[in-house]
């Protein structure tokens, strides 16, 4: 299967079968089909086979049964794209299909759409002498000429300078040929002084084969190749409507004798629609040539995206500083980041500090402070300070490169919705084609004379008013928009049907560690006992015992002790105890850290208001170590994993937004109880297995309800996948990112009710597009068809009616365009 039209041909004769239930997809191409019982497969094949020239074949590995496609009329070879830089058709009609070539679309005849492509270093070369090639601007060596951008914007812009150049030479001949016609409405025509009006009327015939043959030829192509193939589209009613008139006027200039008086002027000539033919392409045209022009609008967000990416960065190799092609760098290399530039790749920073823009991809304003170790994102904008980065991800494998193709994967998705506009265009073009032939039949039975006339005038009106386009575009353009928003404001789509699923979610479950808290532990407090140690005093012997440490706990007291600017003390003799803590001698003392078990082992002696603090901290879920010299305690340490700053805030956005929250995690059950009290949570389940979240997403998804799972982990990844949506933190671990249909990059809860907000809006602007679209055609078909002409006596011309429909599109388009105002 090729197209859309080859699913729903394979789709609709399984689902006709008695007992039968199939859907059908592309992407895998196989239909997973569901019997009340069992159907032969013979039985199958002929009722494929009856739908067209197609077969099922069973997989050999599963059993199921598999469509496939040996149609003549697609036996070409398949031109898809496999990386950026390729062109889709912007209605969608055979899904993410791309080509490797400019063109236009085989069903719906639309012009191909070239998708942004991440450009690598940019080349710079003269236009007199094209063999000088530079990696800088400048001046050409041998004539002195301006070097240019190789790399420019000319395959962007090739398919409107195409039409812009056909446009014109079109309105050329077409703005001779409406003068001459309109001129016969004058009483005393100065063009008939110079010669009769059967000349001037092959003047017109000769004017117009330059339009008909060359500017617009390939509309009457598109809809030859509709009907051949039967996806029948825009360019069809367009091809017949003009194409009849064309070829009605051109018999009329031949065999003028052949036709009644009726079709005759006063003159003695046929009327002749040489000026309607075209000014209707013409229009048409115009039309294609706005739509070109707004399609590259809607891909605006990608495009800046793809700017952020440098072509350049200094490569630090051998103690020497070397100005490098961005392709050239390698995991591993050192990179200098001088204030004001932007990041290359993806790395972390090996020396210096750094205030770092990441605004373009969290959407977040306020720069972040970076520290030797931190990890920065390449695109993002260095601030007044200098610092060396090792290069971890290069290329493809970067953040804002995954960003960019999930965008461009996502705005080429469908969206469910657009099933519904799919099918009623199915139909919508033959209705047209018939509601035409009506037209001429009732006006030329009852219309006044000359009746003929009118209702071949009037019958080519409804042809060209009808624009099945609009309907196309109508949900595509917004998911093409939404997607873009999404992407500039840190929330990644991963497919259309993901932003109109969002819009209808009323619960949404969150896990706890690196969701709603910062996923690592963090020394929060160091308390002694009174007149005892002071607390720099206590942490010079905490980061003394766990100096030798790897264990979580331990690593966050010495983070905590560096920032505290504590240094590292020797601790002779020390022991691990497994389960309970560690131990050490420290100036002769013999320190001991760790529960209270290991205290107990110890024979520590733990004062009443020191184990009351302890236990205190210990029913709000966190972790207490305690730190004792021989057998006399000498304080604790409080060490947990900290609540995200916003995420309170996260959750009252999400209840304003009437969706209830709860909170799935496999940690104890206080420290869940307290997580949950501090951020106004609807409910929680504690100590649950990977498993277990799975079975309680099931549990809710069985009363109805539709769910949203936010998490990070591989824990996570059972309960993403079953979810109606997941959502996983950009945080987070690549399992958990693989099996979530929407990420947050900087793993900011707050962009879930974000992603809500923008699956509303974009939703809520498809349903506009569609009113917008339909509406149009209600009105405008019964007006070209002449409805208002026995109380009114108005008319329609059909050269009128192929502007309203031209703007039809674009202005769905430019309705779609709204959304990128959109605040989140």
Known sequence: MHCNGCRDKVEKALNQLQGVSAKVTLEPPQAVIDMETHIPLEQLQHAV?????????????????????????????????????????????????????????????????????????????????????????????ICGMELVAMNNSEDEDR?????????????????????????????????????????????????????????????????????????????????????VSWLFSVVA??????????????????YLYFEAAAVILTLVLLGQLLEARAHGKTNSAIRELLKLAPNQATLIKDGKEEVVSIDSIRAGDLLRVKPGEKIPVDGSIQEGQAVIDESMITGEPVPVEKQQGDAVKAGTINGNKTFIMIAEKVGSDTLLAQIIDMVNTASRSKAPIQQTADRISGYFVPAVVL????????????????????????????????????????????????????????????????????????????????????????????????????????????????????????????????????????????EAVTGKGVTGLFNQAKLGLGNQKLMDELEVNIPPDMQKQASEAQRAGKTVSYLSAGQLALGFVVISDKIKPDARQAIQQLHEEGMQVLMFTGDNADTASAVSIAINLDGFKAQLLPQDKLNEVRKLQAAGKQVAM??????????????????????????????ADITLVEGDIRGIAKARRLSEKVMGNIRQNLFFALGYNVLGIPLAAGVLYPAFGLLLSPMIAALAMSFSSVSVIGNALRLRRTKL
């Open 49 to 141: 086979a009856q739908a067209g020239d197609y077969t099922l074949a069973a997989d050999h590995g599963t059993g199921k049964p598999v469509p496939h496609k040996h149609s003549q009329a697609h036996s070409r070879p398949s031109p898809m794209g496999t990386g950026s830089g390729t062109y889709y058709c912007p209605m969608h009609c055979e899904g993410e299909k791309t080509y490797d070539k400019p063109g236009n679309c085989p069903v719906c005849g639309m012009d191909l759409v070239q998708q942004p492509a991440r450009v690598s270093q940019t080349k710079y070369t003269c236009p007199m002498h094209p063999e000088i090639i530079r990696d800088q601007p400048g001046a050409c060596p």
């Open 159 to 243: 398919t409107y300078q195409q039409l812009l150049r056909k446009l014109k030479i079109a309105a050329g001949f077409t703005l001779p040929i409406f003068i001459i016609s309109m001129s016969e409405m004058l009483t005393n025509n100065p063009l008939f002084r110079l010669m009769p009006v059967t000349y001037w009327n092959w003047v017109q015939f000769a004017l117009s084969l330059p339009v008909v043959f060359y500017a617009t030829w390939m509309f009457f192509e598109r809809a030859w190749r509709s009907v051949i193939t039967w996806n029948l589209n825009m360019f069809t009613l367009i091809g017949i409507g003009a194409g």
């Open 253 to 270: 200039l031949l065999m003028p004798d052949s036709f009644p008086d009726e079709f005759k002027t006063h003159h003695g000539t046929v």
């Open 435 to 574: 509601i035409a032939v009506i037209t001429f039949v009732i006006w030329a039975i009852w219309g006044p004379e000359p009746s003929l006339v009118y209702g071949f005038v009037n019958a080519v009106a409804v042809l060209i008013i009808a624009c099945p386009c609009a309907l196309g575009l109508a949900t595509p353009m917004s998911i093409m928009v939404g997607v873009g928003k999404g992407a500039q404001s840190g929330i990644l789509i991963k497919n259309a049907g993901a932003l109109e699923a969002m819009n209808a979610i009323r619960v949404v479950v969150i896990d706890k560690t690196g969701t709603v808290t910062e996923g690592k532990p963090s020394v929060e407090q160091v308390a002694g006992r009174e007149n005892g140690l002071s607390e720099n005093e206590l942490l010079e012997r905490l980061v003394a015992l766990n100096a030798n440490s790897e264990h979580p706990l331990a690593q966050a007291i010495l983070k905590y002790g560096k920032e505290k600017n504590i240094s590292v003390q020797p601790v002779s003799n020390f």
């Open 710 to 739: 936010a998490g990070d982990g591989i824990n996570d990844a059972p309960a993403l996948s079953q979810a109606d949506i997941g959502i996983a933190m950009g945080t987070g671990t690549d399992v958990a990112i693989e099996s």
